[in-house]
């Protein structure tokens, strides 16, 4: 499997760099780089960033002695082309399988890939996920509350998302064909009408988004059984 990582966002909500920031004592994107270096059937790394910050990562993969980096390719000025970006460097590997991983999410862990990885081989698509066991609310733009959203059945999407690599790869031409636009690649799927099974990830698994989540992850981390 040959996995891409989604890292050329802004932080515009942030304030600040996130994937560069300090946690645990590693920067953000490390953790992620490392999980995927450490799953045995990775093997090899596309890490997609902003055109400005490819050597910067670079530098970081080899400071982190992360030996299955592929390349750092620049992506583009949304998601849904930064994969595109990814896939095109990827395709020349010829895995069969590809996992596209949100770098903000450093969280995620070896078995979780390889958990995602075993669904996805027995169904050609999966995504790791966990149910929603917030109350949910439909609000007006001013925060008014319309009503409520029964959560049975309905999950929090995470990353990885892990297909095989003609399936994401058809359902990225047809996106690029037609001008979509796609926030994750089960949508790129859905496109299709291929479905796409969940991966049940109950350990924490969230994106860094809120200078608070650092925190979180970081006492995630420190307690996390080796």
């Not at 499997?1 to 953000?28: E, H, N, W």
């Not at 045995?40 to 910050?53: F, G, K, N, Q, Y």
């Not at 959560?151 to 790869?169: G, Y």
């Not at 650092?214 to 420190?222: P, W």
Request: proline share 4%.
């Amino acid at each position: 499997m040959i996995a891409i990582m989604v890292a050329a966002g802004t932080s515009r909500r942030m304030g600040f760099d996130k994937l560069t920031a300090d946690l645990a004592g590693k920067p953000v994107v490390a953790h992620s780089m490392l999980a995927f270096e450490a799953c045995p059937s990775v093997e090899r790394i596309v890490l997609v960033t902003r055109e400005d910050r490819v050597e910067e990562f670079e530098a970081l993969a080899r400071q982190y002695d992360v030996s299955k980096i592929l390349s750092v390719v620049p992506g583009g000025a949304e998601r849904h082309l930064s994969v595109w970006k990814g896939l095109q460097a990827a395709h020349a590997k010829g895995s069969d399988y590809v996992a596209v991983h949100d770098a903000a999410r450093p969280l995620i862990t070896p078995d979780a890939i390889e958990a995602c990885l075993a669904t996805a081989r027995h169904h050609g698509a999966s995504a790791c996920a966990s149910p929603v066991s917030d109350t949910l609310k439909r609000a007006t733009v001013d925060g008014a509350v319309t009503g409520s959203v029964e959560r049975d059945h309905v999950w929090a999407m995470q990353t990885p998302q892990i297909f095989l690599m003609e399936l994401l790869e058809r359902a990225y031409r047809q996106i690029m064909r037609q001008g979509a636009a796609v926030t994750d690649e089960v949508s790129a799927l859905q496109s299709l009408g291929v479905s796409v099974m969940l991966t049940r990830i109950d350990a924490p698994n969230f994106k860094i988004t809120l200078p608070g989540d650092l925190t979180l992850a970081r006492l995630i981390l420190e307690n996390r059984v080796p």
